[in-house]
Structures are given as C-alpha cells and as structure tokens.
C-alpha cells in the first residue's frame, strides 16, 4: 500500500510539473497548449489525493495523513533529484502509475 501510494504521488507531482509551461519545455522543448496544460494540472492534482487512502489504509488516519506527507516528499525528492535526466522522469510517471495496484494486489 505504501509504495502504491509512493508510486501515485511521484505521478500527480510529474503532472503538476509538466503542467507548467518552464518544465514542460525542458521536458519536452515545446510549451504546452492550454487545454493539455490544464488536463495535467487537474489529472495531477487528482493523483494527489488518490495517493492518500493507500497510505491511510496502510496506517490509519492519525499516522497515515503525516506519512503521506512524508510519501509526497519522498515523491518530490525523487523528481528533483532527475534534473539531469528529464526523460527518465517524464517515463518513470507512466511506467509508477502502471506499477502502483501490483503491491496492493499482492498485499
């Protein structure tokens, strides 16, 4: 449940990121047409608050919300962390939200 949420989290903050038009075009060297701009932004958004009820389920509600915090930054971390490597961020979001329902199915 923890690194689905991880994996969840690490996606949402990529949409957010690439909904900005400075990192989509050192992503991606073009800027973004609004309309895909604002999908990014709402679908990251969205990821973001599917990525708590793992953690919570995982914990419970006292410690499960300031562990989610601590996922998020886990999450930002990671993304900071690849500023070298832009494309290998922008193929880990996909290939995290693909992986993300494998450790609850298995758990």
């Known amino acids: 449940m923890i690194l689905s949420s991880l994996c969840v989290a690490y996606a949402g903050?990529?949409?957010?990121?690439?909904?900005?038009?400075?990192h989509h075009e050192q992503v991606l060297?073009?800027?973004?047409?609004?309309r895909i701009s604002r999908l990014l932004g709402w679908a990251g958004w969205l990821e973001l608050v599917l990525s708590l009820p793992p953690a919570v389920m995982a914990w419970g509600w006292a410690i499960g919300i300031?562990?989610?915090l601590g996922l998020l930054t886990v999450?930002?971390?990671?993304?900071?962390?690849?500023?070298?490597?832009?494309?290998?961020?922008l193929r880990l979001g996909p290939a995290a939200?693909?992986?993300?329902?494998?450790?609850?199915?298995?758990?």
Do not use: E, N
Not at 75 to 87: I, K, N, Q, S, T
């Open 13 to 22: 903050l990529l949409a957010l990121a690439l909904a900005m038009d400075r």
């Open 29 to 34: 060297a073009r800027p973004p047409p609004a």
């Open 66 to 68: 300031p562990a989610w």
């Open 75 to 89: 999450a930002a971390a990671a993304l900071v962390l690849l500023p070298h490597a832009p494309r290998a961020a």
């Open 97 to 107: 939200l693909l992986c993300a329902p494998i450790p609850a199915l298995l758990g």
